[in-house]
């Protein structure tokens, strides 16, 4: 019988610890991830023209679920921090959001989260942090998780969290 590990849930105590340690694309990558419950996939290839500014909101044409496109709005600090993107870096010919994260060679955001996880422990081995790093790391995707949960309990109805994040499930049917 094949036994996978069981993964801990991502906790606001655990982004505390790793978002200081994240560079500046990884961190604007896990505070729009956090602010929209977008999946990996449309995190890291995120275009200009996917986001109005204006209207503020996020449009995912390019869907990972048979629900078709979805848009979402965007937070307050979301909004703030891509008009500071557009302003700062502006993006790349191809359109990419994350202009820096685009090039030959980039990571993905699953291994830049691995290891941010990896230097927690390390500040903690240093004595650079008091609290110790779970025993195993989150999987990338908890941020997803935990996002729609972060909607979920500011009282966001939980049918337009269902919209927003692609799914059409009942109100109580939400997978853990």
């Known amino acids: 019988m094949l036994v996978l590990p069981v993964r801990p849930k991502l906790t606001e105590d655990m982004l505390r610890h790793v978002l200081p340690l994240a560079d500046h694309v990884t961190h604007a990558q896990l505070r729009f991830g956090i602010g929209t419950g977008a999946r990996i996939p449309e995190i890291e ?27 979402v709005p965007l937070p307050p600090k979301v909004l703030s921090m891509l008009w500071d993107i557009k302003n700062w870096w502006g993006g ?35 004595g650079d942090t008091p609290v110790p790093p779970p025993a195993s790391f989150p999987a990338v995707q908890e941020l997803r998780r935990f996002a729609i949960q972060l909607l979920l309990d500011r009282g966001v109805p939980p049918e337009e969290v269902a919209a927003w994040s692609g799914r059409h499930v009942a109100v109580g049917e939400w997978p853990e």
């Open 45 to 71: 290839n995120l275009r200009w023209s996917e986001v109005d500014l204006i209207r503020r909101r996020v449009w995912f044409e390019h869907p990972m679920t048979l629900n078709g496109g979805r848009s």
């Open 92 to 126: 790349d010919a191809a359109g990419f959001v994350w202009a820096e994260a685009c090039g030959i060679g980039k990571l993905p955001l699953r291994t830049r989260w691995r290891r941010l996880f990896t230097e927690w422990s390390e500040a903690h081995e240093r």
